[in-house]
């Protein structure tokens, strides 16, 4: 029992390592797509990807129950962003509706010793984090947009993620008697 | 103290993993329809529970008991959903079922990127540690 404890216990890894690792992940994905637009579609997925089971795991983690409203939603994104990156963002800028809000990071661990050259401005670098969360939502029944509406890497103060809920989804059915 | 089976269905309906240990009646169909059959039990149950509760049912649907079994239902917030049956005595099964997601599933099979969500689990390492799990809990309540 306690070695299966020690197992699941949050595995602490040299944060570094995942910048460079992170890195290494998004020059080589400039080198084969050659096209700006192309990597910031294919980290988005890449991180949708993560997202549909890295939610599993900090739902196994925290033991967190089901949201009834956004704001619930975003404490526990912000939350997550403790878990996994060890940084908490500020939630900021919420919509009248209550349906839209930012994500404000001071630091971005992804982003530590990085400077975008002149002509990739267009490159969504930490776009990987839209992806996870867009697909982590995804899988609690909640269809997200996200996007970064500022960025440290292009001279802006802070880097601000902008998270919109459109929609909940719904149950599948079963499939019906062939 | 007796688990018999057990049924993971993903939020799709699509069945992930079953296996028996101690099933003494078969139900006569293939283990397919069986586990169709099952998934829209559940379904109509878990909307039925939800519809003619009279407080909000915060939880639904947890388990049923006839006089021979009972069937214990825990579904993940993802909609990952666990079957268990066992016999009438048993406790704490929920416990048990939040255990298996939380040490069998996430680990055995959302860890490991061989494992395709949303297809049945082929993984021999998850099938051996979701078995020493049951066995070990059905010997630690003996």
Redesign the interface.
């Known amino acids: 029992m306690s070695r299966?404890n020690t197992?699941?216990d949050v595995k602490k890894v040299n944060s570094e390592l995942f910048t460079l690792t992170y890195g290494a992940i998004v020059s080589q994905l400039m080198k084969d797509y050659e096209n700006v637009e192309d990597v910031n579609k294919q980290l988005d997925r890449m991180g949708y990807n993560i997202g549909?089971?890295l939610?599993?795991?900090f739902?196994?983690?925290t033991n967190?129950?089901?949201c009834y409203d956004l704001r619930e939603t975003a404490d526990k994104i912000q939350y997550a962003f403790k878990m996994y990156l060890g940084i908490t963002p500020a939630l900021t800028n919420w919509s009248a509706a209550g349906d839209e809000f930012s994500l404000t990071f001071d630091t971005n661990p992804l982003t530590e010793f990085v400077e975008l050259p002149d002509n990739y401005q267009n490159l969504k670098y930490s776009n990987l984090l839209c992806g996870a969360l867009r697909g982590s939502c995804e899988?609690?029944?909640m269809d997200v947009s996200c996007w970064f509406v500022q960025d440290q890497l292009k001279g802006d103060l802070a880097t601000e993620l902008r998270i919109k809920f459109n929609k909940r989804l719904e149950?599948?059915?079963?499939?019906g008697e062939d | 103290m007796t688990i018999y089976n057990i049924y993971i269905f993903d939020?799709?309906?699509t069945i992930l993993y079953q296996t028996n240990w101690n099933r003494l009646k078969q139900s006569g169909m293939s283990s397919e329809e069986e586990a169709?059959l099952m998934?829209?039990m559940l379904?109509s149950i878990k909307s039925f529970v939800s519809k003619i509760s009279p407080l909000d049912p915060k939880r639904g649907f947890l388990c049923y008991k006839t006089s021979k079994y009972a069937l214990h239902y825990y579904e993940?917030?993802?909609?990952?959903k666990f079957i268990l049956n066992t016999d009438t005595t048993i406790k704490n099964v929920r416990d048990l079922l939040h255990q298996l997601?939380?040490?069998i599933?996430?680990?055995y099979v959302?860890?490991n990127t061989e494992c395709e969500?949303g297809q049945p689990i082929e993984s021999e390492l998850f099938k051996l540690k979701l078995d020493q799990f049951i066995k070990q809990h059905m010997k630690s309540i003996q």
Not at chain 1, 171 to 175: S, T, Y
């Open positions: 299966q197992r699941l549909v089971r939610v599993e795991d739902l196994a983690r967190a129950g089901r899988m609690v029944q149950d599948a059915i079963p499939a | 939020r799709m309906g169709k998934y829209g379904f993940s917030l993802t909609g990952v997601y939380k040490e599933y996430v680990e959302v860890k969500m």
